[in-house]
């Protein structure tokens, strides 16, 4: 998983993000000015501006994700309660391997609650 993978914490800026800093660390409060709108995700003490929401995953009619797209796999960031953070991170592999993990908010870890596999 190129992008973000969701049980090491390791991420890779894609096309699209910006590492910001000197924004609120490990607050976890949203940001505010110029990514009003965007979808944003703590790393460490990195705040990542993944730009706005395009997707409408749950088909709501509110855009609440983005996908991202690498060689071998498609990773859509979701936030599920519209406050710009990324809250569940959907992974697909090349070889069929689908993983979700989903956001804490209390402590800021990342968990998996799907594992599966596309045929």
Request: net charge negative.
């Amino acid at each position: 998983m190129t992008e973000w993978d969701s049980v090491t914490g390791d991420a890779e800026p894609g096309d699209g993000e910006e590492c910001l800093t000197g924004c609120p660390g490990e607050s976890g409060e949203p940001p505010g000015g110029d990514l009003a709108g965007h979808l944003w995700m703590f790393d460490g003490g990195s705040l990542w501006d993944l730009g706005p929401a395009a997707d409408d995953a749950d088909a709501d009619g509110i855009p609440e994700s983005l996908t991202r797209t690498a060689a071998d796999s498609v990773t859509v960031y979701s936030d599920r309660d519209l406050d710009g953070r990324v809250d569940r991170i959907t992974e697909l592999d090349a070889s069929g391997e689908c993983r979700v993990s989903d956001l804490d908010p209390q402590t800021g870890l990342w968990s998996p609650t799907g594992l599966g596999r596309l045929d």
